[in-house]
């Protein structure tokens, strides 16, 4: 888990979890939200990028990790079965400081298939606390 915004390193890899999605969770998301596709072409795009999110989130729920302020460069590389154990990494690109109290890090996520395969990644700039008392976001 990264620290504070001093305790983080660019070149810094972070285990964000993994996840499985089924075949039943996978038909339901069909049915609620993408009906053209076929489920034979694996996840859909909007359910991979639902994966990739659900992991951040739970990883970075402890994280002095005050506010998102963007995701981009969103690439989906392939469409994953259901039941294929999928797992997502943060690796740190760059870091800026703002303030005495706060930063910026820049960080490229990726969720790999089983086999070591990109499925999708993107680029992210979060806000992180300095520590110290004080600190505000």
């Given amino acids: 888990m990264p ?18 999605v089924g075949d039943d969770a996978l038909q339901t998301f069909i049915e609620t939200f993408a009906v053209d596709w076929d489920q034979g072409r694996g996840l859909p795009d909007a359910l991979v990028y639902v994966v990739w999110s659900k992991l951040d989130v739970a ?26 154990l999928l797992r997502g990494r943060m690796t740190v690109l760059g870091k800026d400081p ?6 910026i890090i820049l960080a490229q996520h990726d969720l790999l298939d089983e086999a070591g395969r990109l499925v999708f990644s993107c680029l992210t700039r979060s806000v992180f606390a300095c520590r110290g008392e004080g600190a505000e976001a």
């Fill in 98 to 103: 703002v303030g005495e109290t706060k930063g």
């Fill in 59 to 84: 990883a970075s729920a402890d994280w002095p990790q005050t506010k998102r302020v963007a995701t981009d460069a969103l690439r989906f590389a392939r469409n994953p079965a259901a039941g294929e």
């Fill in 3 to 20: 620290g504070y915004f001093e305790d983080v390193s660019p070149g810094q890899v972070v285990g964000l979890g993994h996840a499985v």
